[in-house]
């Protein structure tokens, strides 16, 4: 079926559930309440944030069709996330730099996804972007450099997930799920009072055990794993105190643990119509089989002094584990295990109607990650270690200056950081195969503007800067390729981006649209390909001197009446290679990689008051290029059905909701680069119940 057929079988479903809702008798305008966004630190609402910040309600993305991240960030304008083992990208920011960089150069993302105030690992594994959405508060994407509230490497955006803390009284859940990809899950939550007004502990669980979409072949592998078996299990536990002998004292502890294993998400090398992975040279060749352990703690303090001023503190500490398993095979790559440790300490201070300060945060923040990494096989065999340390400095405020205009609010901000990576890269036998020392600092300033027009319109205009350090490139499949190790040195890279937004509701409160214009300057931005390996010749980690790009992004939000919503999100985006340098003139004029022109998502929810809720969501992107000088990847369209039904089962809350995500089974690429090729989901069907009580 091609895509103008999918697109009129949506139309006809939107059509239908528009009709039905419209018959119904109008109600009045729902009042959202004030929503504040947590990641800044800043205690700003959301109608005060840029356009370019976007935030989902947990609520929302409690229903069995969402998975995992991935999911829910598709729908927003200029982001890809298509692919399960890379982080998103934004903007035609990659969010990592391509496959294999976090392993090989030790790269950091340039798009952090922060749970709870804890960075995921940088590790590339598909297991570990399968980020939790079970019972969550909220989830913040936004779009441009994030260096003041965000930190390190948030070059391009950042992803700040905030799960639920403990309340002060009962409540439990219990969710069963299945889908027609044969994907089992139990998920829980636990939440009690442990002293009245001051103790409560909450425990979460997710359990899921499933298969992969793709066929991997052969089955079972010669070391007798199944690769087609896909396994998470997270277990998640807060304890919160607040004793009333200290008013305005605040201790939240958290402990997660997450085990998972399967193959890495979306690899084949067949017809994209079997998905399927066969490989004359063995699986391991082209995919891997992954068992990850990631472990997290953390301890955050706060005390609100007054009205005024609260003191933040916070420690946390994240262990990550991944291994590539050995499959058996004649041409194994072996079993490669990459261990990354990272501690953080940050303290800050958030001012809020202090004078002319509006609301503000001064912090101080250090961090220390170090990685161990190797593989004892035949064929391939060596050893890494490294260690990333950062010291920063930050703030950002927001100025009251109504005395020179009413309505007129300035922003200044600024992160001043310190940078010291080592590295270190040797054979099997001994041999070094790299080493990197790097010490460097950044100044990263951030200036803006908001306007209140009226009580209904906003606008505003920010500048703001983003920074990545440099970092070693080790081929280590080289021995594959009948060549010598060898490795390769890259620099740091700095974004300047400006962007102009505009915000307005209209209709009684019924329409709210958003639209932003930017336009960044990437200097010396580390691409893959930009450089070669200098025995192998393959492609490596380098940098162009300059790349730009340049976009706009536009949503609306619909109450039509109180029973049906419309959603819509597009995002339109230009990038370029600009400069090159010796030995890149093939690369002058190149699109960036991972930047769509056209992104877009159109969806409609229904709620007849009774229980009964429907919806529906197309998404669409545009041509584009996972890697430079590789095949261009046809543009997609998926679209997605869920309804949900609400009723009490002996007195208990009940929540039935079935699915179909890519409903007209849309076949399509997310990655080209030979040998690895991936693919997005098949069509799949699912349910889950969920009690709560």
Same mark, same amino acid.
């Given at each position: 079926?091609?895509?103008?057929?999918?697109?009129?079988?949506?139309?006809?479903?939107?059509?239908?559930?528009?009709?039905?809702?419209?018959?119904?008798?109008?109600?009045?305008?729902?009042?959202?309440?004030?929503?504040?966004?947590?990641?800044?630190?800043?205690?700003?609402?959301?109608?005060?944030?840029?356009?370019?910040?976007?935030?989902?309600?947990?609520?929302?993305?409690?229903?069995?069709?969402?998975?995992?991240?991935?999911?829910?960030?598709?729908?927003?304008?200029?982001?890809?996330?298509?692919?399960?083992?890379?982080?998103?990208?934004?903007?035609?920011?990659?969010?990592?730099?391509?496959?294999?960089?976090?392993?090989?150069?030790?790269?950091?993302?340039?798009?952090?996804?922060?749970?709870?105030?804890?960075?995921?690992?940088?590790?590339?594994?598909?297991?570990?972007?399968?980020?939790?959405?079970?019972?969550?508060?909220?989830?913040?994407?936004?779009?441009?450099?994030?260096?003041?509230?965000?930190?390190?490497?948030?070059?391009?955006?950042?992803?700040?997930?905030?799960?639920?803390?403990?309340?002060?009284?009962?409540?439990?859940?219990?969710?069963?799920?299945?889908?027609?990809?044969?994907?089992?899950?139990?998920?829980?939550?636990?939440?009690?009072?442990?002293?009245?007004?001051?103790?409560?502990?909450?425990?979460?669980?997710?359990?899921?055990?499933?298969?992969?979409?793709?066929?991997?072949?052969?089955?079972?592998?010669?070391?007798?794993?199944?690769?087609?078996?896909?396994?998470?299990?997270?277990?998640?536990?807060?304890?919160?105190?607040?004793?009333?002998?200290?008013?305005?004292?605040?201790?939240?502890? #958290? !402990?997660?643990?997450?085990?998972?294993?399967?193959?890495?998400?979306? &690899? /084949?090398?067949?017809?994209?119509? =079997?998905? *399927?992975?066969?490989?004359?040279?063995?699986?391991?060749?082209?995919?891997?089989?992954?068992?990850?352990?990631?472990?997290?703690?953390?301890?955050?303090?706060?005390?609100?002094?007054?009205?005024?001023?609260?003191?933040?503190?916070?420690?946390?500490?994240?262990?990550?584990?991944?291994?590539?398993?050995?499959?058996?095979?004649?041409?194994?790559?072996?079993?490669?295990?990459?261990?990354?440790?990272?501690?953080?300490?940050?303290?800050?201070?958030?001012?809020?109607?202090?004078?002319?300060?509006?609301?503000?945060?001064?912090?101080?923040?250090?961090?220390?990650?170090?990685?161990?990494?190797?593989?004892?096989?035949?064929? #391939? !065999?060596?050893?890494?270690?490294?260690?990333?340390?950062?010291?920063? &400095? /930050?703030?950002?405020?927001?100025? =009251?200056? *109504?005395?020179?205009?009413?309505?007129?609010?300035?922003?200044?901000?600024?992160?001043?950081?310190?940078?010291?990576?080592?590295?270190?890269?040797?054979?099997?036998?001994?041999?070094?195969?790299?080493?990197?020392?790097?010490?460097?600092?950044?100044?990263?300033?951030?200036?803006?503007?908001?306007?209140?027009?009226?009580?209904?319109?906003?606008?505003?205009?920010?500048?703001?800067?983003?920074?990545?350090?440099?970092?070693?490139?080790?081929?280590?499949?080289?021995?594959?390729?009948?060549?010598?190790?060898?490795?390769?040195?890259?620099?740091?890279?700095?974004?300047?981006?400006?962007?102009?937004?505009?915000?307005?509701?209209? !209709?009684?409160?019924?329409?709210?649209?958003?639209?932003?214009?930017?336009? /960044?300057?990437?200097?010396?931005?580390?691409?893959?390909?930009?450089?070669?390996?200098?025995?192998?010749?393959?492609?490596?980690?380098?940098?162009?001197?300059?790349?730009?790009?340049?976009?706009?992004?536009?949503?609306?939000?619909?109450?039509?009446?109180?029973?049906?919503?419309?959603?819509?999100?597009?995002?339109?985006?230009?990038?370029?290679?600009?400069?090159?340098?010796?030995?890149?003139?093939?690369?002058?004029?190149?699109?960036?990689?991972?930047?769509?022109?056209?992104?877009?998502?159109?969806?409609?929810?229904?709620?007849?008051?009774?229980?009964?809720?429907?919806?529906?969501?197309?998404?669409?992107?545009?041509?584009?290029?996972?890697?430079?000088?590789?095949?261009?990847?046809?543009?997609?369209?998926?679209?997605?059905?869920?309804?949900?039904?609400?009723?009490?089962?002996?007195?208990?809350?009940?929540?039935?909701?079935?699915?179909?995500?890519?409903?007209?089974?849309?076949?399509?690429?997310?990655?080209?680069?030979?040998?690895?090729?991936?693919?997005?989901?098949?069509?799949?069907?699912?349910?889950?119940?969920?009690?709560?009580?």
């Amino acid at each position: 079926m091609n895509t103008g057929s999918r697109l009129v079988g949506l139309t006809a479903v939107l059509s239908s559930v528009s009709t039905l809702a419209l018959a119904q008798n109008d109600g009045d305008v729902i009042d959202l309440g004030t929503i504040y966004i947590q990641g800044e630190k800043l205690n700003r609402t959301s109608d005060d944030a840029p356009s370019s910040i976007t935030l989902i309600e947990g609520e929302k993305v409690e229903a069995g069709a969402n998975d995992d991240l991935d999911d829910l960030l598709n729908a927003q304008a200029n982001v890809l996330a298509d692919e399960g083992f890379q982080p998103p990208a934004m903007r035609g920011v990659d969010g990592m730099g391509g496959p294999g960089t976090a392993l090989t150069a030790g790269s950091q993302p340039r798009i952090p996804i922060v749970v709870d105030g804890v960075p995921l690992p940088s590790g590339d594994s598909s297991l570990s972007s399968k980020t939790t959405v079970w019972d969550l508060d909220t989830i913040e994407v936004a779009r441009g450099p994030q260096a003041t509230s965000t930190g390190r490497n948030a070059l391009g955006g950042a992803i700040r997930v905030f799960t639920k803390d403990p309340v002060y009284y009962r409540e439990g859940a219990l969710r069963l799920r299945y889908d027609s990809e044969r994907d089992a899950g139990v998920d829980f939550m636990i939440n009690t009072p442990l002293i009245e007004d001051q103790l409560a502990f909450r425990l979460t669980g997710e359990l899921t055990n499933g298969k992969s979409y793709i066929d991997n072949n052969p089955n079972p592998l010669p070391s007798g794993l199944n690769p087609n078996d896909e396994n998470v299990a997270r277990l998640r536990a807060k304890l919160l105190y607040e004793p009333i002998g200290v008013p305005g004292l605040s201790v939240l502890l #958290l !402990a997660e643990r997450n085990r998972s294993e399967g193959p890495t998400e979306g &690899i /084949y090398n067949g017809n994209i119509e =079997d998905l *399927s992975v066969s490989n004359p040279m063995g699986f391991s060749q082209i995919n891997n089989y992954e068992d990850l352990e990631h472990d997290v703690f953390s301890l955050r303090t706060t005390y609100e002094f007054s009205d005024y001023v609260t003191a933040v503190a916070r420690v946390s500490k994240s262990e990550n584990d991944l291994k590539f398993r050995d499959t058996g095979e004649a041409f194994s790559l072996g079993e490669s295990r990459f261990q990354k440790e990272l501690t953080e300490a940050e303290a800050y201070v958030q001012l809020q109607d202090v004078g002319v300060i509006t609301t503000g945060v001064f912090g101080v923040v250090h961090s220390e990650e170090t990685e161990i990494g190797s593989n004892k096989g035949a064929f #391939l !065999a060596f050893d890494l270690d490294g260690k990333i340390e950062n010291t920063a &400095i /930050y703030g950002e405020v927001e100025l =009251d200056a *109504s005395d020179l205009s009413p309505g007129l609010a300035v922003i200044i901000g600024a992160r001043y950081e310190k940078n010291r990576l080592t590295r270190s890269v040797v054979s099997g036998s001994g041999t070094s195969i790299g080493a990197a020392k790097i010490d460097d600092t950044a100044f990263l300033p951030k200036f803006g503007l908001r306007y209140d027009v009226s009580d209904d319109l906003t606008v505003g205009y920010t500048y703001s800067e983003g920074f990545r350090s440099g970092g070693l490139d080790v081929d280590l499949i080289a021995p594959f390729m009948m060549a010598g190790y060898s490795s390769q040195p890259f620099g740091s890279e700095t974004i300047k981006s400006h962007e102009i937004y505009g915000k307005t509701t209209v !209709a009684n409160g019924a329409l709210d649209l958003r639209a932003s214009a930017f336009f /960044y300057q990437w200097e010396n931005a580390q691409v893959p390909g930009a450089a070669n390996y200098p025995v192998s010749g393959a492609p490596a980690m380098g940098n162009v001197p300059e790349a730009q790009g340049y976009g706009a992004e536009f949503s609306a939000t619909y109450r039509a009446t109180e029973r049906l919503t419309f959603d819509a999100n597009l995002g339109l985006l230009r990038t370029e290679i600009t400069e090159v340098g010796a030995g890149q003139s093939a690369l002058l004029g190149l699109d960036l990689p991972r930047s769509p022109e056209t992104t877009a998502s159109l969806g409609v929810t229904y709620d007849n008051g009774n229980g009964f809720t429907a919806s529906a969501q197309a998404r669409f992107v545009a041509e584009r290029q996972t890697k430079l000088l590789q095949p261009v990847l046809d543009s997609y369209t998926v679209v997605d059905l869920a309804v949900g039904y609400e009723t009490e089962w002996h007195g208990t809350p009940v929540q039935i909701d079935a699915y179909v995500n890519n409903l007209f089974d849309e076949r399509y690429q997310t990655y080209n680069s030979a040998p690895i090729l991936g693919a997005g989901a098949p069509r799949a069907l699912g349910a889950s119940v969920t009690f709560r009580f």
